[in-house]
């Protein structure tokens, strides 16, 4: 039976790959590693010459060197990748488009231009991708130079980095940088499900890998086509050194490699009317694309049931059993990541159809983003010379985080969009486990990894659970303790009793208290004589806090932050004092927030506990805090003041949520606090477009208490705190927690009940009886603020 004309079908697959010292080197770049697997697509399609002129659309996996913030391109790169491809092959497509980031982008890409093929906006396609890691390292390691730089006109329709979902700040924080990392995690997680030791664990890693490097020892393309026995990739040797927990070198992505890889895909009726012989003809029977939850959040950090999700859509879809399926080809980056989808699919591991079809990514190699089109590209070789067999393709992404499936086979069939949202809702509404942030206290170590630099232990990362409530988090080993690194590399880790504290730059463990104490003392709230970037005096019971750092306009860097939140800490727990004052050094600046120099020079940028400035995020804040803003206060300059219970300003001074104007997002409060301080589209105006707002018009919407004539901020706070130190300090604290009520979302009535324990609480005060005696004797009162 025909396939329908709307039907998308694979009809060209075409790869390409050099090494440094081989005799045909040519230090290719990606774009030309790409056009030059996008010719032998063409020549297995029928030609470049036929198909040149009817291709509508090139698309291409999004290259390494923009996957990232931050990402390098040592030797320049194209400003429109599958243009840049299109130009050397003389293509001259009406759309050219790059994928998002992730290792399912292949398998994802495919699935989207075949739903484009179907509903009839594309003609003919060509998808490429390709890396040219090895080529840039090999260049650089004789200190030679090459230039990759190409600026193309034309429209790039670009669908975005994908980072959201392929990790978590918390990630970040914690420093599950790596791939080897992450997976480590959900690896020794599996591990732990199934009670084996490491040594047991690693003869059924090296079992299963071993089985991809005979597959790879048969593939022209494999970077590494070496053929090994299970004991050579998990024994640990000066040639094989350990990456991170349970990872040798040889059971990890081989990402240093330069290798490309096209697809061509058309219409059966643009097929038909081409010319092109229908014994090449690939059908896509089923495909799925869905996302894994955040990693804390999975129920089992062994498993990943979208994964499993996706692969069973795409089965359900094409009409088969996983037994029918000839060729399997699952995303390896590393053993998880395939022990997952036998697991999910009740696969025995020495299933002798095998895993991969190229070798996987430790053998055949990893290109970026793009490993997964090469294994698209040897099943469609296998299926054609076995008509009407099946291919499965799972392509991984993240730590396990996003999944793409594609089902294929020659055996012509109509075409079925699969319900992606459906699956994906289901996946959602699945439990989710709990996750605490900043843990502190006992817990226990539900998986691990320990990471190593140059060959050498660096630091662990585990998941551990509290004791207290049985929620994860993430801690990190502190900084040098070798001890802990060597008990955890000796003794079985996962089920120990551990203690966890949290930090402003992340959370850490112990195997002791005491041990966490010595790293991380508990400190009394107390104000020190001196600091770094700070001035702090004190005046009876006022508090005056000047941040000293003028020459950056008063930017905050996490240092700064970390002296704010010590003495704000200090201020809520002194008795004596009742009133703060919070001012920027000099006359130009507040606060111009986030200090991105800082960030830029390789530093990290993150914020304490208490929030930006020790303030933005504080719980417990029974007294108040003043802001005197004299100059700019933007970013999150403006989101402290925003924190400030008053706020008074000169003439000169300014304020903005700057954020969008710089590509972040102003998560401090400033976007929450300042739709409730002011009129809401006058809040969204100034949250969308940053645009920066005088102290006159922030008086008028409610942002300012009081304008002063310039230079003369501070004074009129301190003129405004002499006003509230005349009143009593329990009143005070008591009407604050009244006023935090009043803003809960509740009736009138249901707030006014909550405030009958605070009235109480003032009756009964010493302050209540003074303030009555005061008042009858015609004298001042002294408050004793209780």
């Known amino acids: 039976m025909g396939a329908g004309d709307n039907t998308p079908i694979l009809v060209g697959a075409g790869e390409f790959a050099e090494s440094p010292g081989a005799i045909e080197y040519r230090g290719l770049s990606p774009v030309e590693l790409a056009a030059e697997a996008a010719r032998a697509a063409f020549r297995d399609a029928l030609s470049l010459e036929a198909l040149a002129s009817h291709v509508d659309l090139v698309g291409a996996v999004r290259p390494l060197d923009i996957s990232r913030p931050g990402a390098v391109a040592p030797f320049g790169r194209s400003n429109n990748f599958p243009s840049s491809v299109a ?42 991708g390709a890396e040219a890691t090895s080529t840039i390292n090999h260049l650089t390691g004789q200190g030679a130079r090459s230039d990759w730089s190409e600026t193309v006109e034309g429209a790039l329709e670009d669908r975005g980095s ?44 090296g079992e299963l890998f071993a089985t991809f490097t005979r597959v790879a020892a048969m593939n022209p393309y494999a970077a590494w086509p070496k053929r090994c026995m299970a004991g050579e990739l998990v024994t640990v040797t000066a040639g094989n050194r350990m990456i991170a927990e349970p990872y040798p070198q040889l059971l ?48 089992d950090l062994g498993s990943s049931p979208a994964a499993i999700a996706a692969c069973r859509a795409a089965l359900d879809s094409a009409g088969i059993g996983v037994e029918q399926l000839g060729y399997l080809d699952l995303y390896s980056c590393c053993p998880i990541a395939v022990f997952n989808v036998l697991d999910g699919l009740n696969l025995n591991a020495d299933d002798p159809r095998g895993f991969t079809v190229t ?32 291919a499965l393709v799972g392509a991984n992404g993240g730590v396990l985080s996003k999944y793409s499936v594609g089902i294929y086979s020659t055996q012509p069939t109509a075409w079925r969009r699969c319900n992606n949202e459906e699956i994906q809702v289901r996946l959602d509404c699945a439990p989710a486990g709990s996750v605490d942030q900043y843990p502190d206290g006992a817990a226990h170590i539900e998986t691990y990894t320990v990471v ?62 005491a041990r966490m104490n010595t790293i991380h003392p508990l400190r009394e709230p107390a104000l020190r004589s001196s600091y770094r970037h700070l001035q702090v005096d004190r005046h009876d019971r006022l508090l005056e806090i000047t941040i000293n750092r003028p020459e950056v306009h008063n930017c905050l860097h996490p240092p700064a932050s970390e002296e704010l939140s010590e003495v704000f800490d200090a201020y809520f727990a002194d008795p004596g004092l009742c009133v703060a004052i919070i001012v920027g050094a000099g006359t130009r600046a507040f606060c111009a927030g986030y200090d991105l120099k800082y960030q830029a020079s390789g530093k990290p940028l993150y914020t304490p506990r208490n929030g930006f400035g020790g303030l933005t995020s504080r719980k417990v804040r029974d007294k108040p805090v003043i802001a005197a803003v004299n100059g700019y206060a933007f970013g999150g300059g403006f989101e402290l003041c925003l ?12 304020f903005a949520l700057t954020e969008v104007r710089v590509g972040l997002l102003a998560t401090e409060g400033g976007i929450v606090r300042l739709c409730r301080q002011i009129p809401k589209k006058q809040a969204v105006e100034m949250i969308l477009t940053g645009r920066r707002v005088g102290a006159e018009e922030a008086r008028q919407l409610g942002l300012v208490n009081c304008v002063t004539p310039s230079g003369l901020a501070l004074d009129g706070a301190r003129k405004l705190a002499s006003e509230i130190l005349d009143g009593a300090p329990i009143s005070v604290q008591c009407a604050l927690e009244a006023i935090d009520v009043a803003d809960q979302p509740m009736s009138v009535m249901e707030a006014m009940a909550q405030q009958t324990d605070l009235l109480f609480k003032v009756m009964t005060s010493d302050d209540m009886i003074e303030g009555a005696q005061a008042f009858s004797q015609k004298r001042k009162p002294k408050w004793r603020g209780r």
């Open 359 to 390: 070798g996987g990514g430790a053998y055949f190699g990893t290109p970026g983003n793009n490993y997964s089109m090469h294994a698209i590209a040897a099943c469609m070789r296998r299926l054609r010379a076995q008509p009407g067999s099946y």
């Open 452 to 513: 190593y630099e140059k060959g050498a232990p660096a630091y662990a990362v585990i998941v551990g659970r509290l004791e207290a409530n049985n929620r994860r988090f993430l801690a990190l080993s502190a900084d040098g303790d070798a001890d802990l690194l060597a008990r955890m590399l000796r003794e079985e880790p996962i089920g120990q009793r551990i203690f966890a504290r949290s930090t402003g730059y992340g959370n850490c463990f112990t195997f002791s208290r």
């Open 87 to 128: 130009r050397r092959l003389g293509v001259r497509p009406a759309r050219a488009v790059v994928s998002m980031s992730g290792g399912q982008a292949p398998q994802r890409l495919v699935n989207d231009i075949a739903i484009s093929i179907a509903a009839g906006q594309v003609r003919v396609a060509l998808l490429v």
């Open 643 to 654: 924190a400030c219970d008053l706020v008074i300003a000169d003439d000169k001074a300014q």
């Open 162 to 205: 994908g980072l959201a979902g392929l990790g978590t700040l918390e990630q970040e924080r914690h420093r599950v940088f790596s791939a080897p990392a992450g997976y480590g995690l959900c690896e020794n997680a599996r591990r732990a499900r199934l009670k084996l030791s490491r040594e047991q664990y690693a003869k059924q890693m």
């Open 252 to 299: 990890a992505n081989r990402d240093q490699v330069n290798q490309g890889a096209a697809l061509i895909m058309t219409s059966a009726g643009a097929a038909r009317a081409l010319g092109i012989d229908e014994s090449k003809w690939v059908y896509l029977h089923g495909y799925a694309d869905v996302q894994e939850r955040k990693l804390l959040e999975r129920p």
